[in-house]
């Protein structure tokens, strides 16, 4: 009938139109891409205008065709706002080449076809930049067993660095201001031992004896050479140069010997005196007596008998009390004199 023909003509003419206008505007241009790595799509095409059916004369469709125009126009606005919204979301761009992994130098490139996997690589990229959480910290312990320190996220791992880098601060400047006091000290010990080296060289010159080199072991708070966590702090010693005393006499002994010649002498010249009498009248009765022996054996020299030695040494251990009147030469009664012992393994031989 023609009468239906323009009813028959609305779905020919408005279904058609929107493969065609859809298919004009997702063009794509051939691999053009910019530095980072999406590609370009081509600038907006402007939606063509929906033809309007031919006018025949006759307007006994003229409802119909009122009404086919309206839905034209809305269908027009419905793909210009499809259009805003495919640029707001740039599906245009699509697919797009990216690199494969953003955390590593010259890596191979990926097609994102969709903004479902934009998002998937977006989320793989953040996690192969980021690293992964929670982190486990293995931390050495010297002498035992390693502890496991726990990170559950970045934002606890930076605070505790923070922590960390502040208290290390801190702690460095108190080991600089007691590492420059300590230094200070030191160089004053230094000094000290060094003139404690010489007044000691100088005494050792000074009282003559005999002494030679040696290696001894010097013991220290801590081992050389080591590192901290490998024994640094443990106790050690080292050879060192030291002096050994090769003197076969020591002070006690020189000083016995001395004491010794003293007793002696004191024994011999000592002379007890009364405190109550008077002091120079009796040191010149001493020194008279002295003289007169000293005079008394000038005068009658000794004629050399073979008991001369023997009556010699009597009266040394008698103090030579018979010439000077004096009971107790030695400071001590006659009981308790001194005695000479002969020494000689043949008592028979005065040679």
Not at 59 to 77: I, M, T, Y
Not at 280 to 294: E, H, M, R
Request: proline fraction near 10%; charge should be negative.
């Amino acid at each position: 009938d023609p009468a239906l023909a323009p009813l028959l003509a609305i779905p020919a003419l408005a279904i058609p139109a929107l493969p065609t206008i859809l298919t004009a505007n997702t063009g794509k241009v051939e691999n053009p891409t910019t530095p980072g790595g999406f590609t370009q799509a081509p600038p907006n095409t402007p939606t063509p205008p929906v033809p309007n059916p031919p006018d025949t004369g006759c307007r006994c469709n003229a409802p119909l065709l009122a009404g086919q125009s309206a839905q034209a126009a809305e269908l027009a606005n419905l793909l210009a706002e499809l259009e805003k919204i495919k640029r707001a979301i740039g599906v245009e761009g699509l697919p797009a080449l990216v690199p494969d992994q953003i955390a590593q130098n010259n890596t191979s490139q990926r097609s994102i076809s969709s903004l479902a996997e934009l998002h998937l690589w977006q989320v793989q990229q953040l996690d192969g930049v980021v690293g992964k959480w929670p982190m486990e910290i293995p931390v050495p312990i010297p002498g035992g067993p390693n502890q496991t320190l726990g990170v559950p996220n970045m934002s606890e791992a930076v605070a505790e660095i923070m922590g960390m880098m502040i208290s290390q601060q801190v702690t460095a400047a108190q080991i600089l201001n007691t590492s420059s006091r300590a230094l200070a000290q030191a160089g004053s010990a230094t000094q000290q031992a060094h003139l404690a080296g010489l007044i000691a060289k100088g005494n050792a010159e000074f009282l003559g004896y005999e002494a030679r080199p040696t290696a001894v072991n010097m013991p220290l708070a801590y081992t050389p050479g080591k590192d901290p966590g490998e024994g640094l702090l443990q106790e050690s010693s080292a050879k060192i140069k030291g002096w050994a005393n090769t003197d076969g006499q020591d002070m006690k002994q020189i000083f016995a010997e001395l004491l010794h010649a003293a007793a002696i002498i004191r024994a011999v010249f000592w002379r007890k005196l009364d405190t109550k009498g008077d002091f120079k009248t009796q040191v010149d009765k001493i020194v008279k007596d002295q003289s007169g022996f000293v005079d008394d054996l000038a005068e009658t020299p000794p004629k050399g008998k073979e008991s001369d030695w023997k009556e010699y040494l009597e009266a040394v251990q008698k103090g030579f009390s018979d010439l000077t009147k004096d009971r107790t030469p030695y400071g001590r009664d006659s009981s308790e004199r001194p005695v000479i012992k002969d020494l000689n393994p043949n008592p028979g031989n005065n040679d």
